[in-house]
């Protein structure tokens, strides 16, 4: 068993559905066959048991009811009677009370049968020389004799009916199981075809890369079509996981080349001859020490980004009302940039709250308002506005600044995006924010657009879900 187990599990999914679906319609026609070969049987003894009893009834009768003296010499007269009902391979005959033969009229069968007696009580089956007989034996009493009536029927008609249905019903058993067995193997293929071109398409990816997909047929809507779907999707999430890594590390070290680059510079020139001179010491100190306070703020966002982009942000369902969060964070950026002007425009027709951590819309909100004072250029006017629509909170911030070009917008969010890259890095830009503020917002199923005109200005609308009104009291 254990082995038959081993072999079963070595094999092919193909031959496993072959051999068992041609395991269970054996069994079940095994179980059909035998139950209908059974009832079959039966119904055509009982049916021979049936006849034979019902022409001993009708002998019995035939003697009974005459209205004249019956004795041994009329029992022998009435071989014409019991020639009339007489059928074939079957023997009927009267012996009396002591065993005697009186009368005897038999059709195809051996004469030695006619005088071999039976023991036999009531209704029996026996076999001799091979051969199935049914024996029924009654007494018969009249007014003048008292004997008994044997009626011996061979059951050779019954046997070739009883073997020609086992032949066909078990002939046709075996070729249902045959040819369940073919179409269990072309259904098998079938179904497992969509599964091979999955493997297939594997192999071909461990070959060729993430690019191959598993075909599909558009019509096809079964579980394996899903399966193909799902892998096909996720398919494009590894390679576009794996380009944004790509990315990102070509992005990152680029990024950290120049502060690297910049310290060992500096760190040379110390070395060689700037360490004798104040002058020299104390511009390069300065210059290292700026570069580290960038590789420091650099590396911060990239764990960040990282953080995020794993989805370990802890999301928390807290309800805060937006308005104070965007006042809090404008009072703070008019103290840090006190030459900036910052207007806030409340179109709220009566207070909201929004299911996000407030720290979390703060940092988006710096983030944001940070961009819009590095990229006002001469303008130093900031607009924010705060509105809702529907079910749910916007609040839009606008500088008027060097824009962002109509074909680069959708890139804005990409990491280490700049839109003036030698203004960005003179500003201590590493291009992460926006990035960090987009996959922060995607977590809690908002979302946030920009739009720009080149030269001109710059919007960032914030959109949040699942507002909640607050009833004043």
């Known amino acids: 068993m254990n082995r038959f187990q081993r072999y079963m ?6 031959w496993k559905i072959t051999i068992w679906s041609s395991l269970v319609l054996f069994v079940l026609f095994v ?34 009811e ?36 009186i009368v005897a009229v038999a059709t195809n069968l051996p004469r030695e049968l006619l005088i071999t007696p039976v023991e036999s009580e009531n209704l029996e089956h026996v076999k001799v020389n091979g051969k199935h007989y049914l024996i029924h034996r ?53 179904l497992l075809a969509p599964i091979q071109a999955l493997t297939d ?11 191959e997909r598993v075909p599909q047929d558009k019509n096809q809507k079964d579980e394996i079509a899903d399966l193909s779907n799902v892998f096909n999707e996720m398919m494009d ?12 590390v070509e992005d990152a070290s680029h990024e950290l080349r120049t502060p690297i680059s910049i310290l ?7 070395n060689r001859w700037g360490k004798n001179d104040p002058e020299v010491l104390e511009e390069s100190l300065k210059a290292s020490q700026q570069e580290v306070e960038r590789l420091k703020m650099l590396v911060y966002e990239l764990l960040e980004l990282t953080r995020l982009e794993s989805d370990r942000l802890e999301v928390v369902e807290d309800l805060v009302e937006p308005v104070h969060v965007v006042e809090d964070v404008i009072k703070k950026f008019t103290l840090l940039h006190p030459d900036f002007t910052f207007t806030f425009t409340n179109h ?98 908002g979302s946030i657009v920009a739009d720009s005109v080149e030269g001109e200005w710059t919007n960032i609308t914030v959109t949040l879900n699942a507002v909640h009104q607050v009833n004043e009291t």
């Open 348 to 445: 709220l027709k009566e207070p909201v709250k929004v299911a996000i951590a407030e720290r979390h819309l703060e940092q988006v909100l710096i983030i944001l308002m940070d961009n819009a004072v590095k990229y006002s250029s001469h303008s130093t006017t900031v607009e924010v506005t705060a509105n809702n629509e529907g079910n749910q909170f916007t609040v839009s911030i606008k500088d008027y600044g060097i824009g962002v070009p109509q074909e680069d917008l959708q890139k804005i969010f990409d990491r280490f995006y700049r839109v003036d890259k030698a203004r960005s890095r003179e500003k201590g830009g590493q291009g992460l924010g926006l990035s960090i503020a987009k996959r922060m917002v995607d977590n809690y199923n």
């Open 201 to 211: 398409t594997m192999k071909r990816i461990k070959m060729r890369g993430f690019k």
């Open 264 to 270: 060992e510079g500096h760190l040379k020139l110390l």
């Open 9 to 14: 599990k070595q094999l092919p999914i193909r």
């Open 138 to 190: 009654e007494p018969v009493i009249t007014n003048g004799f008292i004997g008994y009536i044997e009626i011996i029927r061979d059951l050779k008609n019954y046997e070739r009916l009883r073997g020609l249905i086992f032949l066909v019903t078990w002939s046709a058993g075996a070729g249902a199981i045959l040819l369940s067995g073919v179409g269990g193997m072309l259904i098998a293929k079938q």
């Open 66 to 101: 005459q209205p004249f003296f019956v004795g041994r010499s009329e029992i022998i007269n009435s071989s014409g009677f019991i020639e009339k009902i007489n059928e074939t391979n079957e023997l009927i005959r009267v012996i009396d009370k002591d065993g005697a033969l």
């Open 237 to 248: 999430d590894v390679e576009m996981s794996f380009q944004k890594q790509k990315q990102f």
């Open 31 to 64: 179980a059909y066959n035998s139950v209908q070969y059974y009832v079959m049987r039966t119904w055509m003894i009982e049916q021979e048991e049936r006849n034979i009893q019902e022409k001993m009834k009708e002998i019995q009768a035939y003697f009974s």
